[in-house]
T-cell receptor, first 111, second 114 residues
Framework: SQQGEEDPQALSIQEGENATMNCSYK?????LQWYRQNSGRGLVHLIL?????REKHSGRLRVTLDTSKKSSSLLITASRAADTASYFC???????????FGTGTQLKVEL | NAGVMQNPRHLVRRRGQEARLRCSPM?????VYWYRQLPEEGLKFMVY????????ESGMPKERFSAEFPKEGPSILRIQQVVRGDSAAYFC????????????FGQGTRLTVV
């Protein structure tokens, strides 16, 4: 798999349900970040988790990081129609903040 | 504090013309990154710049593409003699510095080559 590959590629759920997206990567990282992109728009930063952290929360978002398995998950609880978007994980390695993005998960939340 | 500003939002160029994409980072940010996104794909890193310096251009095509971040003014991504395959969304991000810092993205410039 690529560095920062999301699974599933697409996810369709009902409003109020939880959505879980997974990301796998190959090399050692400094941190892993999750972004949201609405159709045709720029990226919105959601959450950053450092390599020495295992779990992080922000509002309805919960991110986990397992460096031994080189994987991360993003959980969106009590989803809303406005959460419909593409979600990308991105890994930062080495110096600077150069990010390697995955191919993204397209989430659709239906009323 | 305005976010990362990119212009133009949309750019149409004929094959063989030049495209200039501009990016003004967030106030106080001295690190700029350019990414390219093809339809239905994730973003691909192109180049990382600090003021007056190119730090990492490993993702930039060797020919026709260049980038600069002058002491004054925005960062510029320049594509000479554009071809249809250059059609994509180009995103700029900025951050305060190196290490574990958040990168903020602009809205992107959508380049269409006709």
């Amino acid at each position: 798999s690529q560095q920062g590959e999301e699974d599933p590629q697409a996810l369709s759920i009902q409003e109020g349900e939880n959505a879980t997206m997974n990301c796998s990567y190959k090399t050692s990282i400094n941190n892993l970040q999750w972004y949201r992109q609405n159709s045709g728009r720029g990226l919105v930063h959601l959450i950053l988790i450092r390599s020495n952290e295992r779990e992080k929360h922000s509002g309805r978002l919960r991110v986990t990081l397992d460096t031994s398995k080189k994987s991360s998950s993003l959980l969106i609880t009590a989803s809303r129609a406005a959460d419909t978007a593409s979600y990308f994980c991105a890994t930062a390695t080495g110096g600077g903040n150069k990010l390697t993005f995955g191919t993204g998960t397209q989430l659709k939340v239906e009323l | 504090n305005a976010g990362v500003m990119q212009n133009p939002r949309h750019l149409v160029r004929r094959r063989g013309q030049e495209a200039r994409l501009r990016c003004s980072p967030m106030k106080g940010h001295s690190h700029v990154y350019w990414y390219r996104q093809l339809p239905e794909e994730g973003l691909k890193f192109m180049v990382y710049l600090q003021k007056e310096n190119i730090i990492d251009e490993s993702g930039m095509p060797k020919e026709r593409f260049s980038a600069e971040f002058p002491k004054e003014g925005p960062s510029i991504l320049r594509i000479q003699q554009v071809v249809r395959g250059d059609s994509a969304a180009y995103f700029c991000a900025s951050s305060e510095g190196q290490g574990v810092t958040e990168a903020f993205f602009g809205q992107g410039t959508r380049l269409t080559v006709v």
